[in-house]
């Protein structure tokens, strides 16, 4: 029997909001070509607050995260990791594999390896490692692997310039135009 791609979009990144700068628009697009839309963060954003604590920041940040994926009827997960101390660990790298086949995931979205943000970098490096086995059933997660690897895409970093300040010119660009 022929294997079966899934209409399952996950843009896993490293902080709330994230998802809502980059990939958005193309998020949007699938809905409306009838993909399911999960959104992922890595760490709670627990640092991105004023005048809160850390647990505080995260509490608002998660709430916050849960309304914007509401608008593309999306699910929102957050994988436990900290703000500004995200690591490339074993641990992280299951709790993604898991993830992707939780949710089954058919194409994912992540930052660009030489984005700007030391947290996206190290996520892009989880994610495209985890992306990578997550259809093999020798890792050892209790969910069942994907039939397919999901596909795999980077997203431009801000000012798509690279830590060093040299221009990313991205193969692909979606542009939206305000309604
Ligand atoms: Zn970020």
């Known amino acids: 029997m022929a294997k079966e791609f899934n209409k399952v979009a996950l843009s896993i990144n490293a902080h709330p909001d994230d998802a809502e700068a980059w990939n958005a628009g193309v998020l949007k697009l699938l809905k409306d070509k009838g993909y399911k ?3 992922a963060t890595m760490t709670g954003g627990d640092l991105g607050g004023c005048n809160m604590n850390m647990e505080e920041t995260a509490r608002v940040r998660y709430e916050e995260a849960k309304k914007a994926a509401a608008v593309l009827d999306a699910e929102y997960f957050t994988l436990g990791g900290i703000d500004g101390f995200l690591y490339d660990t074993k641990e992280m790298r299951l709790k993604v594999i898991s993830l992707i086949r939780q949710v089954k995931a058919g194409v994912i979205f992540t930052h660009l390896s030489t984005d700007y943000h030391s947290d996206h970098r190290t996520t892009a490096n989880i994610v495209e490692a985890a992306a990578m086995v997550s259809s093999l059933d ?3 997660v209790k969910e069942k692997p994907v039939e397919i690897t999901p596909l795999l895409y980077h997203t431009s970093p801000l000012t798509l310039s690279d830590p ?4 990313i010119v991205p193969p692909h660009f979606l542009w939206m135009s305000p309604q």
């Open 37 to 39: 839309i999960v959104i």
């Open 164 to 167: 060093l300040g040299s221009q």
């Open 138 to 140: 020798t890792v050892p």
